[in-house]
């Protein structure tokens, strides 16, 4: 009776916390659904029940000119920022798993720091300084495109920091020393040893960088110049004179790239490896 007793509250416990994982995904995913569903709708002015369903604000989308010009510059601004913010996280994060040198706390927290800045600080301190350098230096910083992108790389260079220092804290030290005992350089270890090991943080903070830049909203506000717009601006002046299903055809589209990319990048380098 005692035994039957105990595999009951095991059973039951098996049950309850699948219960509490369902009801946490129907919660995280309810507003997903609700996005993708108002996308459908055919009246301008979404009510429920919907009137109906059409494919139509998919095509008000492709023909507004703010959307898709932002959606091609946050793309370029995604792209580029990611490139740069590996090429200068990656060292870095090397660097800091890999010596012990006076001030390397204070480094590790500075390259966290953007992170946990607001982004409305943030980019308020970005403005402020490239109006201060335009006044020192005269080059016309202020609202250019090499600004923006230089704000967007202080986003990305976080997330390669953290998510290589991660992928390199289990990392074998023993795999280059033999390496180098066989005859390989220091660049043949990297390439051929270190790299590999390390693939998986690499492609995540890729990941987690770009999306962080793409969706960028409140630092971009302040750095964007005439002419020029981001996506989420773009929706966010959308939604200061109309309030139509446009706006979630807009983010179904984002949800399906972001997701898109993510099942493809797990499916060659396990992500959940590093995250």
Known sequence: MA??????????GRWLLRGAA???MLYILTPLIFVIWLSFFRQEIPSFPPDGYSLRW?????GNERFVSGFVLSLELGVIATAIGLAVGVPAALCLSRFRFRGREGLNNLLLLPLMVPGIVLGMALYVAHVEVEIATGLPILGSLGGLVAG?????????????????????RTLEEAAQNLG????????????????PGIVAAAMFGFVSSFGNLEMSMFLVGPGRTT????ILQYLEWKIDPTIAAVSVIQILLIGAAMLITDRFVKISRVV
């Open 22 to 24: 369902g009801f946490t």
């Open 184 to 199: 390989a350089n220091r660049w043949t270890t990297f390439r051929r040893i270190t790299l590999p090991s390390i693939l």
């Open 152 to 172: 967007h790389v202080l986003v990305v260079i976080p997330w390669t920091v953290r998510l290589v220092t991660a992928s390199l804290a289990g990392f074998d």
């Open 231 to 234: 996506l989420p601006i773009a």
């Open 58 to 62: 998919y095509g008000e989308l492709a």
């Open 3 to 12: 035994m039957t007793g105990t595999f009951g509250s095991r059973r039951l």
